[in-house]
Structures are given as C-alpha cells and as structure tokens.
C-alpha cells in the first residue's frame, strides 16, 4: 500500500508568483485535506477536498484554491505568494470526508518565499 | 471562535518519568477531539481521537487521553515515557459545524535516556 506522497519537496519562489503543490492520496482514499504549518506552529487547516468538491474551507483567502482529480489526487495553488506564505504545506488523505478516518499524512512540501 | 490551546511548549522529561500534556479548546458543538505525534524524520500520525462514549480513549504505544467536558479538557497521558518518546505532540479537534481541524501549536518533548 502506497502512502502519501507529495511534490516537489521543496521550491523557491519570489513575491507576487504562482505555485501548484501536488499530493496523490493514499490507495482508496477519496478525501485530501490540505494545511499549512509555519515553523513552529501547528498545521493551519487550508481545506479539504471530497470526491472533486471542496467540503471545507479554512481561515484562507481566495488566492489559495485546490483541485481534486477523479483519481483522487489533489493540486494545492497559491497565487499572488507573499513572503508570510513560506511554510511546509502538508497534504493528508483519509478514507471518507469527516473526522471518523483517520488521516495519513504526507511528508509535505517545503516553500520559501523570497 | 474554535480554538486548542497547548500550554507546554517544550517538555523535558526522563525516563520511566510520567508525562501529563495539556490541551483546552474553546468550542460549543459536539467535539471530536485527537492527538497526533510527529518523530523525528517521520510524517504526522494518529495517536488516538475521541468522538463519544467512554472519556478515557487508549491509543496507540501505551497513550491515553482523557475527555473532560466541564474543563474543555483533552489532556494527553503516559504513565512511564521512553526515550523513543521524544517527538511533537499536537492537539486538534474536528469542528462538526463547519467542517475543518483545528490544531494547537504542538508541545516538543525530550525524553532523557
């Protein structure tokens, strides 16, 4: 069984571009839920994704969208960074939407914005 | 607003010693309420959750938790920590209303061979 895999593993970008994260959803999973941890902070809840809809959103403004594949794999996109959207943005699949399935997480993606 | 407060930043313990972390949340609904650990090197994982039923939840490596309603309490136990032990520990909770986690800011323990 494939766990949750994420891409790239780390990226660079300046002020005012445009990013896309990737994560593909353990084997049989059809939620992804997205987050972002600053350091030294705990994971901040962006939103998650339920069979290509989203199914819950986070304190996040609209520059930050997402899309889920029938696949269920997951694009996390950020326009417009700004320097405070440097973070390690973690992916988590779980079996269905809601909080009774456990959640796997991946290893994250680790985005500086200079 | 839905909150989890983690009041121990940083926990240094030694070994065979018990541990105690804290976890309050501010939330009016029905809680649903877990801890997960990250180890060093390792992705976050599921230690145990709480949805209904018996307060006291066991969890995986001999964790417990228990759920007390009237202190908003989530608090996390181990009567004897090991040095395989050391990791973050975060709080969080499922707000069932509006459907997102909420997570504390992590406590970091060192356990002391």
């Known amino acids: 069984e494939t766990g949750v895999t994420q891409s790239p593993t780390h990226l660079i970008k300046t002020r005012g571009q445009q990013v896309t994260l990737r994560c593909s959803s353990q084997?049989?999973?059809?939620?992804v839920s997205w987050y972002q941890q600053a350091l030294g902070q705990g994971p901040q809840f962006i939103f998650q994704?339920?069979?290509?809809?989203?199914?819950g959103r986070g304190n996040f403004p609209p520059r930050f969208s997402g899309l889920q594949f029938p696949n269920y794999s997951s694009e996390l996109n950020v326009n417009a960074l700004e320097l405070d959207d440097s973070a390690l943005y973690l992916c988590?699949?779980?079996?269905?939407?809601?909080?009774?399935?456990?959640?796997?997480f991946g290893p994250g993606t680790r985005l500086t914005v200079l | 607003a839905q909150s989890v407060s983690q009041h121990n930043h940083h926990v240094i313990l030694s070994e065979a010693a018990s541990l105690e972390l804290g976890c309050n949340y501010s939330?009016?609904?029905?809680?649903?309420l877990f801890w997960y650990v990250q180890y060093p090197g390792q992705h976050l994982q599921l230690l145990l959750k709480?949805?209904?039923?018996?307060?006291l939840v066991k969890g995986i490596k001999g964790f417990e938790a228990e759920f007390i309603k009237s202190k908003f309490s989530f608090n996390l136990r181990k009567p004897s920590v090991q040095w395989s032990d050391t990791a973050e520990y975060f709080c969080?909770?499922?707000?069932?209303?509006?459907?997102?986690?909420?997570f504390g800011t992590g406590t970091r323990l060192k356990v002391l061979a």
């Open positions: 988590a699949s779980s079996l269905t939407s809601g909080a009774s399935d456990t959640q796997y």
């Open positions: 084997s049989g999973h059809n939620t």
């Open positions: 994704y339920y069979r290509e809809e989203e199914n």
């Open positions: 939330y009016g609904g029905t809680v649903n």
């Open positions: 709480y949805f209904s039923g018996d307060p």
């Open positions: 969080a909770l499922w707000d069932t209303g509006t459907y997102k986690y909420i």
